[in-house]
């Protein structure tokens, strides 16, 4: 079953600042999610990706299959981004698969 | 974009009686869908994979005879909590696969008095 992993578990950063978030797994995947969930719990899917670099906005993921590790990335960061960010990869690494989620990142952006 | 609903958003009952959540995936058709719960402060967790036509998978240590699920039609899933208790309560979400990837319902928020 795979074990994914979030750093860092807490984040406070100044509006502006770049932020970058962590994600490691232990099995290989067919795609790995980033989510967003607001205080209120919905939970938003900002990016599925299996591969290189994807974008939307000010957000950017990145993945390296090889080394089982993503990264999120926030550029001009904004109070309005403060949220509870998760990874989640496919529980035994296959596509129809639930997921397994990392424990999130808590991020706090201060105007 | 591929749009899953959760009905109800919030429910609040007393210990003993059984309550339904509805997971709906309204403009595609999900043959999975699986159902995941939340405790406070704590991550998510898978705890079925709910397949149209057939029987719930669970996740070890979750209770297929309290936790009943049924996917009885290609854009509908329930998670009925039966003889529900005060540690059932919890946020309780379904996502829906489709094109290889997953969209969820905003949640439903259990409180068992």
């Known amino acids: 079953k795979n074990e994914v992993e979030q750093s860092p578990q807490n984040l406070t950063a100044q509006e502006g600042e770049f932020i970058t978030i962590n994600c490691s797994y232990s099995?290989?995947?067919?795609?790995l999610h980033w989510l967003q969930q607001h205080p209120g719990g919905g939970i938003v899917s900002l990016f599925m990706l299996s591969s290189g670099k994807k974008k939307h906005g000010r957000l950017i993921a990145t993945i390296n299959i090889q080394e089982k590790h993503s990264s999120l990335h926030i550029t001009a960061s904004h109070p309005r981004d403060s949220a509870v960010y998760i990874c989640a990869a496919p529980s035994s690494g296959g596509g129809a698969d639930g997921l397994t989620f990392g424990k999130g990142t808590h991020l706090i952006i201060q105007p | 974009g591929a749009v899953v609903s959760q009905h109800p958003s919030r429910v609040i009952c007393k210990s003993g009686t059984s309550v339904k959540i509805e997971c709906r995936s309204l403009d595609f058709q999900a043959t999975t869908m699986f159902w995941y719960r939340q405790f406070p402060k704590q991550s998510l967790m898978l705890m079925a994979t709910?397949?149209?036509?057939?029987?719930?998978?669970?996740e070890q240590g979750v209770e297929k005879d309290k936790f009943l699920i049924n996917h009885a039609s290609l854009t509908l899933s329930t998670l009925t909590v039966t003889s529900a208790h005060p540690e059932d309560s919890s946020f309780y979400i379904c996502s829906a696969g489709h094109m290889e990837t997953q969209y969820f319902g905003p949640g439903t928020r259990l409180l068992v008095l």
């Open positions: 099995v290989g995947i067919s795609a």
């Open positions: 709910s397949n149209e036509g057939s029987k719930a998978t669970y």
